[in-house]
């Protein structure tokens, strides 16, 4: 399920739009801010044959602002 991520074919191209003022929460590594998604590989509407995975983010810079995991003990 993709998010934050929509598609459109224009003519023979393939148009991504990503806003870029989301965000939709740390990544599960804890590294980076995750802004958009499609969650795997996705068909092209009407190109079902065509796929695209897509993961859009901003790395969280060490000692700045971001969610810090604890490890487990």
Known sequence: MSQNVQFEVQGDNLVIVVDLSQELGVSGSGKSTIIATTSGNVGVPGYEDVKVGL????????????VRRMASR
């Open 55 to 66: 993961n859009v983010y901003r790395p969280i810079q060490a000692g700045g602002r971001g």
